[in-house]
């Protein structure tokens, strides 16, 4: 399993890939917590959140949950590490460039994942990951 320095090491390099233009208006930057969240519609603790776009009075920024990430990721090679925290970033910034858009195309496919889950249906990738 990875530490939370060696993933805060692959988060910096993930950062240096996006466009400088993405990260305009993210005021809290991008923090990597320690934490383990698990969604409050979860069945069982079997829906973690593995990071989240935040806007509100304080601003916006991206939190990614090590313990989250952690638990989902395992013994998993540090390649499949990256992956992961590569999808679970762009995933976050879609959110924040939408929220700046005025747009909420994202919003709309998480919570048509969260219809899917309650169902007991499996979820989809998303469009960019296919």
């Known amino acids: 399993m990875l530490t939370i320095q060696e993933v805060n090491h692959i988060l910096d390099g993930l950062v240096d890939e996006l466009p400088q233009g993405v990260f305009a208006g993210l005021n809290g ?3 990597l917590v ?3 969240k698990v969604n ?3 069945r069982a603790d079997d829906l973690l959140i593995l990071g ?3 806007y509100n009075l304080a601003g916006r920024m991206i939190v990614i949950y090590y313990g989250s990430v952690a638990a989902v990721m395992g013994d998993s090679s ?3 590490w990256t992956k992961r925290l590569r999808e679970v970033l762009r995933h976050e910034f879609v959110h ?3 929220t700046m858009a005025g747009e909420h195309d994202l919003e709309y496919w998480d919570d048509r994942q969260m ?3 309650k169902k ?3 979820l989809e990738k998303e469009e960019w990951q296919r």
């Open 34 to 36: 320690p934490d383990r």
């Open 52 to 54: 989240e776009y935040q």
């Open 120 to 122: 007991g249906l499996s």
């Open 40 to 42: 409050p519609a979860a």
């Open 115 to 117: 219809k899917r889950y």
């Open 96 to 98: 924040h460039v939408e």
């Open 29 to 31: 930057g991008i923090s």
């Open 78 to 80: 540090e390649e499949q």
